[in-house]
């Protein structure tokens, strides 16, 4: 039967397989493991004329719930910050907006120059030495960093906190799977929500190739790294961070980060209904031939003139294949860029006080709820800009009220199955004013 979505004909398929050899389509796909076709099988979309297209997408519009319109206190990896209007003016420049992958390097100066200037923030952020040009999002390099650490190890051991964002784990868990690598959740304390670290002493050995945390971690709590990276000796310490934390916050660079990785929605880039994003990518000099991605270089030419090139990129169309580190082959140009003017914009004193207006204002809101009955803190210690609740009544019918209210009230943790009990995910930015917080913690007590 002929496929709405392909254009050849069954007759145009037959002439195309009898000029390699083969009989019927499914001949082609034989080489793929049958499990890997029983597991991922292609969605069935039926066809719509353009006009009912465009009514199904009016009618999704409709339903979703932006920060616009409501109070937003959700987090959990896509945050609510304000955007400077002078980003969106300068990505709509025609040169920026249009642009693409500079295969020809030599003639994309300007995307070249940005580039380089998007990799040094990146590693002042981080204290590394070097960073690539970004990768697809927060997700996808934390796991390009487990495959980059199994490289230069030789190992296929990982230890994985179990406070790492979901999703993240869901990429990893993607990732392992097709490269036959072993992943060990490491559990959390119980007070203070950070990893068990005895529990990552009692499994160091030779076949372990990294540690992979998230600080602040999914719960928002913020992770001890000292003298984490001085017992994992020659293992890989993969970390991933929040980047507007790091105005405050140690770099985990510091503290002996083999890679640091991060989600750089933050920096400038809206939510756009979860995507696109921008993955941070950073690690040692020692490890740069390992790196997935590609970097941008400053050089100078024959005239003593400074130029910019492209000076690595370790994928599978440059180099032989089996070298090749990963399929990633470009980067998230325009959301870099973004990252990039935001971080020009707010400078090293603007990311610090950023940060601490989100780190006083998420505090400030934790301890007056904490005061409410029915409601408590449900981790000790310190986090960052978000933190998780414990309440007698379900979060998802509390937050169901509170939406009519027009507050999205947080992240219900449930359907995630990493705590037991109700709990809450409330996330706050400098977008939160203390009558929006204060409304907030009234509805609580009368719910």
Not at 10 to 22: F, N, S, T, V, Y
Not at 397 to 419: S, V, W
């Amino acid at each position: 039967m002929l496929n709405e979505f392909i254009p050849n004909t069954p007759e145009d398929q037959r002439k195309m397989l009898a000029e390699i050899g083969l009989n019927h389509l499914d001949e082609l796909f034989a080489e793929i493991p049958k499990e890997i076709l029983q597991k991922y099988r292609p969605t069935e979309l039926l066809p719509l004329s353009e006009f009912e297209v465009k009514q199904l997408l009016q009618t999704l519009a409709r339903q979703n719930l932006h920060s616009e319109e409501h109070i937003s206190f959700l987090g959990g990896g896509i945050y609510d910050h304000y955007i400077p209007s002078l980003i969106p003016q300068l990505i709509s420049r025609g040169e920026f907006l249009t642009c693409y992958t500079p295969y020809q390097a030599e003639l994309s100066q300007g995307t070249l120059t940005w580039m380089f200037e998007f990799q040094t923030m990146i590693c002042e952020l981080t204290a590394m030495e070097v960073a690539n040009s970004s990768m697809y999002d927060g997700g996808s390099a934390l796991a390009e960093a487990m495959l980059m650490a199994k490289s230069v190890t030789g190992r296929t051991r990982f230890l994985v906190t179990k406070s790492l964002n979901p999703y993240y784990r869901a990429c990893l868990d993607t990732y392992a799977w097709g490269a036959s690598l072993e992943l060990l959740e490491v559990p959390i304390e119980e007070e203070t929500g950070r990893l068990d670290r005895a529990f990552v002493e009692k499994n160091l050995s030779g076949d372990l190739a990294g540690l992979i945390l998230q600080t602040p971690n999914f719960f928002g709590v913020i992770e001890d790294l000292r003298g984490l990276k001085e017992s994992l000796k020659d293992t890989f310490l993969i970390v991933s961070a929040n980047p507007i934390s790091l105005g405050i916050l140690t770099p985990a660079g510091l503290y002996g980060a083999d890679i640091v990785v991060g989600e750089g929605q933050p920096l400038g880039n809206a939510q756009n209904f979860g995507g696109p994003l921008l993955g941070l990518f950073a690690t040692r000099m020692q490890y740069v031939r390992r790196m997935p991605g590609r970097m941008a270089g400053r050089t100078i030419d024959a005239d003593g003139r400074t130029g910019y090139v492209m000076a690595l990129q370790t994928r599978e169309q440059h180099i032989r294949r089996e070298r090749a580190t990963s399929n990633i082959c470009t980067n998230q140009a325009l959301m870099a860029l973004m990252a990039t003017i935001y971080l020009a914009l707010l400078g090293r004193r603007g990311l610090r006080r950023l940060a601490e207006i989100n780190l006083q204002k998420a505090r400030y809101l934790a301890e007056k709820i904490a005061r409410v009955s029915g409601f408590s803190l449900r981790f000790r210690g310190p986090f960052f800009n978000e933190f998780v609740l414990r309440t007698r009544k379900k979060p998802q019918r509390l937050l169901k009220r509170l939406q009519a209210e027009g507050i999205l009230g947080g992240l219900d943790l449930a359907p995630y199955e990493m705590l037991d009990g109700n709990n809450l995910l409330v996330a706050v930015t400098e977008k939160r004013t203390k009558g929006e917080m204060d409304r907030f913690v009234k509805m609580l007590k009368e719910k």
